[in-house]
């Protein structure tokens, strides 16, 4: 038996990380496990910041070979240089995940090497050495889903991690899966050049996202090239020298085809990862998912053992799993620690970006609540214009009877930005009218918010 600690937490992903530091700031000894060589788990390390690196340098090589003209600038010719591009992507990433290992130090957090196991309540095994422990919190993340019939070799056949790292554009990449993963690593490879088909089970892109706003999403996808075949259902995947051969069906039914791809990126979700922690030995439940049933305050039915971010229940999203870290940091520390999870935003980062908070209208309409649309068209603003992207609308959704702000769907650019400004609305229970009421800068992007919420009151001024 080594150390004892009031805390340690095994995973240093948004959730790890960020409640190993907000615990150690409220005066708790704290350790933080992690078997990965760097700490920041799948976000920092193979996800939100390497995703988003490459969203970047694609955007800025798809700009100045087709946007930089309009403008008057003329580049005669356009290299790319891949393995700079994946140079710059590691440095964002190092210095993202050297940036938690200085704030462990910083906040006296320490960090234990290896994987963590529960060995009993208050006891977590790393490494051959067994550390004491007041609590422990369970933040060990999620995996990419798989699926029967197409093996992942992460070479021909890749998830995310994968897909992040190819050595060449390929020819032509076929994803799996119209979600969030599938559609931003898509527009990255097609952006570099490559042929990009999406399969996707449903007969509708991003499930999440109100239908009008998934259909507008895809023709926009579309007029960059992406090419979409919905409603079927991948059966084989098999490998050959040059690349793989993908067969599928119409999923209610229907003749085969095959698609010739050299790269198959699967993207049909993420399930939460659990193993080697001992769940089952520790007796800590599961439910129908796999995932670590917990309580509204984070509690497994061990006393003692908590589990926050994407293990538990609740959109794999990296801010929710902070949200969560912060919390429970709180609560363990006797405050009263709260996530509000009707004001939590999602952002795809394509090009336009979209963002969603709080009630889709689908979900509106299936609950039976009355509510009023407001919508307004970046072609209508005046910035928008003025940078030369105007695809998109800000809709908002507002009760019929209070006028309280039930939820935004944005498509345009900056969306993920736009979007805070009804984070907050939403989250101090504003209306549409507090928002229309409110000024915004001119001329901004943000002035679409703005005018979506006087259309809620049926009178949007520029349109
Ligand atoms: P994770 O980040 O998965 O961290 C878990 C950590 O626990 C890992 O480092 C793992 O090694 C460690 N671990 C597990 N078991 C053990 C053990 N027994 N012992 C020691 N260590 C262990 N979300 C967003 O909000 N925005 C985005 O832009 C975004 N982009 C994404 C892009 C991609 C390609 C992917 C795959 C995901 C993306 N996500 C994004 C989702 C986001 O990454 C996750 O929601 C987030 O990382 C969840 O955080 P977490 O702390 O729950 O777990
Ligand atoms: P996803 O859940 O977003 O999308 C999966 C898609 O695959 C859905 O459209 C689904 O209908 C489809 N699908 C499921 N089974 C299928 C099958 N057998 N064949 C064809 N299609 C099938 O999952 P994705 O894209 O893998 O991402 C996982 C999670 O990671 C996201 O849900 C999100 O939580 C997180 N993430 C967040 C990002 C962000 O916030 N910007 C970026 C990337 C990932």
Redesign the pocket.
């Known amino acids: 038996m080594s150390d004892a600690f009031d805390l340690i937490v095994?995973?240093?992903?948004?959730?790890?990380y960020v409640c190993a530091i907000r615990a150690a700031q409220l005066g708790l000894r704290v350790a933080c496990?992690?078997?990965?060589e760097t700490l920041g788990?799948?976000?920092l390390?193979?996800?939100?910041i390497p995703?988003?690196a490459l969203l970047q340098s694609s955007e800025n090589f798809n700009e100045v070979q087709h946007g930089f003209a309009a403008h008057g600038i003329i580049v005669d010719s356009v290299k790319l240089d891949l393995d700079q591009m994946h140079a710059r992507k590691r440095e964002v990433v190092q210095a993202n995940t050297k940036g938690v290992e200085f704030l462990f130090r910083k906040n006296k957090v320490t960090w234990l090497k290896?994987?963590?196991?529960i060995v009993g309540a208050g006891r977590v095994s790393v490494a051959g050495t067994d550390y004491e422990t007041k609590a422990i919190v369970i933040?060990?993340?999620?995996e990419s889903t798989p699926l029967p019939g197409v093996a992942v070799d992460e070479q021909r056949i890749v998830t995310?991690t994968g897909a992040?790292e190819l050595s060449e554009v390929p020819k032509h990449l076929v994803v799996i899966g119209a979600g969030v993963?599938g559609l931003?690593?898509g527009s990255v490879w097609r952006r570099l050049g490559a042929e990009v088909t999406v399969i996707e089970f449903l007969d509708r892109i991003v499930p999440t996202l109100d239908t009008d706003v998934a259909r507008d999403f895809q023709r926009i996808l579309e007029k960059q090239g992406l090419k979409f075949r919905l409603g079927m259902k991948v059966t084989k995947a098999e490998t050959t020298n040059s690349g793989v051969n993908l067969t599928f069906e119409p999923a209610k039914g229907g003749d085969a085809e095959t698609l010739t791809a050299d790269i198959v990126l699967l993207a049909i979700g993420?399930r939460s990862?659990s193993d080697?922690?001992g769940l089952e030995d520790a007796g800590i439940a599961r439910d129908e998912r796999g995932r670590v049933q917990t309580d509204e305050h984070y509690a497994t039915n061990v006393p003692g053992i908590y589990a926050?971010?994407?293990?538990r229940v609740g959109p794999?999203?990296?801010?929710?799993?902070e949200d969560e870290g912060v919390a429970i940091a709180e609560i363990l520390a006797g405050q009263a620690g709260h996530v509000n999870y009707d004001a939590i935003p999602s952002?795809i980062?394509t090009w336009p970006e979209v963002a969603t908070v709080g009630k889709s209208e689908d979900e509106l309409k299936a609950e039976g609540v009355a509510y009023s649309v407001g919508k307004f068209p970046f072609t209508a603003n005046g910035r928008a214009r003025a940078i030369g992207n105007t695809d998109g609308y800000v809709k908002l959704m507002a009760d019929k009877a209070t006028d309280r702000l039930l939820g935004a769907q944005i498509i345009g650019p900056d969306a993920g930005t736009l979007i805070a400004e009804l984070v907050t609305a939403i989250e101090f229970g504003a209306s549409a009218e507090d928002v229309a009421r409110i000024s915004h800068a001119h001329p901004t992007l943000s002035e679409a918010v703005r005018e979506a919420a006087f259309a809620v009151e049926g009178h949007a001024i520029h349109i």
């Open positions: 095994i995973g240093s992903g948004p959730g790890g496990v992690e078997k990965r788990g799948t976000c390390n193979i996800g939100c995703s988003k290896g994987e963590g196991r933040a060990s993340g999620s995310s992040l993963i931003e690593l993420r990862f080697g922690l926050i971010g994407d293990v794999m999203l990296a801010h929710k799993a952002v980062y």
